[in-house]
């Protein structure tokens, strides 16, 4: 079978030509490329690669924010078969040169600025690497004579031989399933990165059974990139939107991702848990600031969209008449106006992993008409190992198998997976690769769960997070953390209680819905510092957590909380680049503040 992604572009520009693939941002407007352009630009770029001296096999890096640039880069490597690598573009120097000379990398493609500078600093130690490729015109250092732009490096390949478009064409054609596609490094929440090896058949195979799985999706559908392009779930999304000829919108700021919704007005986006539990608090208050008959409105909508889409049509069951009747009547009168407010008035699925997502939030979602597809997947499994079929799931679980995927549950619940996007092994560990599979050949995902009756599969805790008190209680932090992340004033929460006699957790706020709180209660503060002190502050917050917690057992309830004034970010090294808790690090570096909790 020959490898999709080598051919992608050429086939589906053949078959398209001037239509639409995807668009992107610059200078405040979205700009169009067609398939013809984007083929074009791929072909150059594979030239220059071999003009510059990059063999078959060879590995290149791509350490930048979201930009079209990338897809190009990713393609021509295809093209050639090189293997691209992704790094996270705020990854710190250490994490780079790690990465470079892990994977002994050729040739790296830097976004901007403060990634040239990184790159540059990498470079002086890491003896493979010989070029640096800048997307955008940098303020080059006064010493560097080597480093090239994406647009000189495109007229490079612009310029080349016939006899060096014969020999990509010669590459192409001797591309195998078993080439390595890509390495994607883990972010290593303990421990350093460790490089999956994701061949071509991987990705075959994962584009195959998601056109199999997602039937509602079709070249008419149109997806918003929000995700980080090195994260292997917008990665495999993005690759399978384009194999399915929908337009991609490229969105290359995270931080206007909400205005970004409003003007693509997408019909699909993957997404991580925090987005939608922000949106749900946003909701939430909207809702809550309602009077009257728009508020009575709203609260029969809810009852009467949570019956029909979650009674009925989550089972593939016949809705009644008269309560479909209802329904449309509140679809128009509520849902749709408040889709549109969120910019998704169009929605078709909006895939949904990496994290747990409270039950609470997917069925609110669901009852409104917003079809958030809970998903479950890691970068060793290529992305998705289950999802949400269209009927039949159950709230709570991360839906069934995918397509030739095989499920069971090993020693201590761990969750073992078999497949064919499952990863060769770890670049340069056989060890860890050795650790990571059982003598049979399962994959060892590190996740504990169970599989139903209905065979949906249900994540219970991450095995290495879950911890024992000093009571011989386990724990599972996550649960927490999801269930207080539903809070519109609580922004990031770390669990704590490991050998404790009891469940503490560290804190960081919403601090503008904080504030705001603050005036209307007429809460004086100087600084956010005096804030989060206050004790009627913290009395709202423990009120919060009190409710919100309620279902849990009292061995697992939070007993005692601190605030903190800033929050846990990548930088500080508290956070990995795909935003989990380094949760190590956190009880190193708050280790005060933790034995302030139980003195």
Not at 397 to 412: A, F, L, R, Y
Not at 562 to 575: D, H, K
Request: hydrophobic share 40%; glycine share 6%; proline share 4%.
């Amino acid at each position: 079978m020959p490898n999709i992604l080598t051919n992608l572009i050429a086939e589906h520009a053949a078959a398209n030509g001037s239509r639409e693939v995807y668009q992107y941002k610059e200078s405040g407007k979205w700009k169009s490329v067609d398939w013809n352009d984007f083929h074009s630009q791929v072909d150059r770029l594979a030239c220059a690669m071999e003009t510059l001296g990059i063999e078959e096999t060879d590995r290149i890096a791509i350490f930048s924010q979201n930009r079209p640039e990338i897809l190009v880069t990713d393609f021509a490597a295809y093209a050639n078969r090189i293997v691209p690598v992704s790094i996270y573009s705020t990854s710190s120097l250490q994490q780079v040169t790690y990465i470079v000379n892990d994977a002994s990398v050729k040739m790296l493609f830097a976004g901007d600025d403060k990634q040239y500078a990184m790159a540059r600093k990498a470079k002086n130690e890491c003896r493979t690497l010989a070029t640096i490729v800048t997307y955008d015109t940098v303020t080059r250092d006064a010493d560097d004579t080597e480093s090239m732009t994406f647009s000189d490096l495109l007229k490079l390949g612009e310029a080349a031989s016939a006899n060096c478009k014969a020999e990509v064409a010669a590459r192409t054609g001797r591309a195998q399933e078993s080439d390595i596609a890509t390495i994607i490094y883990t972010s290593g929440t303990t421990g350093e990165p460790k490089g999956a090896v994701l061949p071509h058949s991987c990705f075959n195979a994962a584009l195959r059974i998601h056109r199999e799985r997602l039937t509602m999706l079709s070249d008419s559908d149109t997806s918003l990139c929000f995700l980080p392009l090195s994260h292997i779930f917008e990665k495999a999304w993005t690759y399978f939107c384009l194999y399915m000829d929908m337009k991609v919108s490229i969105n290359s700021d995270p931080h206007i991702i909400q205005e970004a919704i409003r003007e693509i007005r997408p019909t699909c986006m993957c997404s991580v848990p925090r987005f939608w539990e922000k949106v749900y608090t946003a909701v939430q208050e909207k809702l809550s600031d309602m009077k009257g008959l728009k508020k009575l409105l709203a609260s029969r909508a809810l009852k009467i969209g949570h019956k029909r889409n979650l009674k009925y049509k989550r089972r593939g069951l016949k809705v009644p008449g008269f309560l479909e009747w209802r329904y449309r009547f509140y679809e128009k009168t509520v849902f749709v106006p408040m889709r549109k407010a969120i910019g998704i008035e169009n929605g078709n699925i909006f895939p949904t992993a990496g994290a747990p997502l409270s039950a609470n939030i997917v069925e609110f979602f669901q009852s409104c008409g917003i079809n958030v597809l809970i998903g479950y997947g890691l970068s060793e499994t290529c992305a998705t190992v289950t999802c949400f079929p269209s009927t039949g799931y159950e709230i709570g679980s991360v839906g069934t198998c995918m397509p030739e995927i095989q499920v069971k549950i090993g020693q201590n619940n761990e969750i073992l997976v078999k497949g064919p996007t499952v990863m060769s092994g770890y670049y340069n560990k056989p060890e860890a690769t050795a650790e990571a599979f059982t003598p049979d050949g399962w994959f060892r995902t590190g996740d504990a769960g169970n599989i139903d009756a209905d065979g949906n599969l249900v994540l219970t805790e991450r095995i290495k997070d879950l911890f024992k008190t000093a009571n011989g209680k386990y724990i599972a932090p996550q649960a927490l953390e999801s269930r207080l992340g539903e809070d519109k004033y609580i922004e990031q929460v770390a669990v704590i209680g490991d050998k404790r006699k009891y469940v503490t957790a560290i804190i960081i706020p919403a601090f503008e819905a904080l504030k705001e709180y603050a005036r209307k209660k007429q809460i004086k503060y100087k600084s956010v510092e005096d804030l989060i002190k206050n004790s009627d502050i913290k009395a709202m917050i423990q009120q919060r957590i009190d409710r919100l917690q309620e279902n849990f057992a009292g061995f697992e309830q939070i007993k005692k909380f601190t605030l903190l004034p800033q929050a846990f970010t990548m930088e500080t090294g508290e956070l990995t680049n795909t935003l989990k808790i380094r949760r190590p690090i956190i009880n190193n570096r708050y280790a005060s503040i933790i034995e302030s909790m139980y003195s």
